[in-house]
DNA sequence: AGCATTTAGTGGATTTTGTCAACTAAATTG
DNA sequence: CAATTTAGTTGACAAAATCCACTAAATGCT
């Protein structure tokens, strides 16, 4: 068997494994106040501190009414904040506000209780196996740009 | 750093770079006729030949009238059949139709195709160790039943 | 400069997706 | 054989996502 045919095959069987054991991956099972949408939101301003919608619109391939109005809702629910900015001033910067960073550190933590149950049972040994395959895939897939 | 606390950062970046990068996972970029259900409604009926409506609910953890819904539209589209079980009254087998089976592996030959671009240009050397790396995750998270 | 095009974000209207509860018919429990 | 469970269907809705048209600001072009 070729080494393409081979890599696809186990890509998709991987994919269909991890979707299935990883489920919660794109799941509301996080935490019924947010959906999958508003947290992936979430967590990318997280990273990003300071980001302006389009930015988001970019990274995540959302709809940028979608996102609009996600954006006004978090807003109202006091989780973030639009800031006009100076240099372009069809642009708002969004940032978290303390109860938006608090809130995103809760579901952070709720999200790392979920991956910790899924390993709970690994061996010292596992756990270190399971980690360098995990960065040997992010090493190799990450050469390929795209 | 603990193992956990280790394996849980890893695994978390994995999950970000995995579903920016293989983005395409659940994404009906892949043809625009099937939505992400219906695909992998599809996919799974071809992996288990033959199946009942309740065995993809547990399966997929999706609502079962839904399903149904999904079922009665495919069933209309001559993508799959129902077959009134003998044994048990109450349940219908769910098959491919022929044009259900073409269909169903046009779709698998486009996610390969999409697969193969991402590893397109990879060594021979670097899809060895994608594949070694890929099947470590599985047996090893495979490990944690669920 | 001045006009055309692009970009950021908003809002209306709609479709798609997914959920919940109630129901029928058949099977299973005990 | 009555009570409970299971498989699937349907109605009514709610949530999520898309499409399109629009405003305002920035950028490109000559």
Redesign the interface.
């Known amino acids: 068997m070729s ?2 045919k ?3 095959d ?14 919660f ?2 799941s509301n099972y996080l935490d019924s106040s947010y959906s999958v949408a508003e947290t992936r939101i979430l ?1 990318e301003i997280k990273m990003n501190e300071s980001c302006t919608q389009s930015d988001i619109v970019k ?1 995540l ?1 959302i709809d940028k009414s979608y996102l609009s109005r996600i954006v006004q809702r978090l807003c109202t629910r006091g989780i973030m904040q639009k800031i006009k900015s100076e240099d372009d001033k069809r642009t708002t910067k969004i940032t978290l506000t303390e109860m938006g960073k608090k809130e995103t550190d809760r579901l952070i933590e709720l ?2 209780m979920q ?2 149950a ?5 061996s ?1 040994e ?13 090493l ?5 740009v ?1």
Do not use: Q
């Open positions: 080494e393409y081979k890599i696809i186990t890509i998709r069987k991987f994919n269909r494994f991890y979707t299935v054991n990883m489920g991956l794109n967590f990274i391939h999200t790392n991956i910790g899924k390993v709970a049972g690994l010292k596992d756990c270190n196996e399971l980690c360098d395959a995990l960065n040997t895939i992010i190799i897939l990450g050469k390929e795209n």
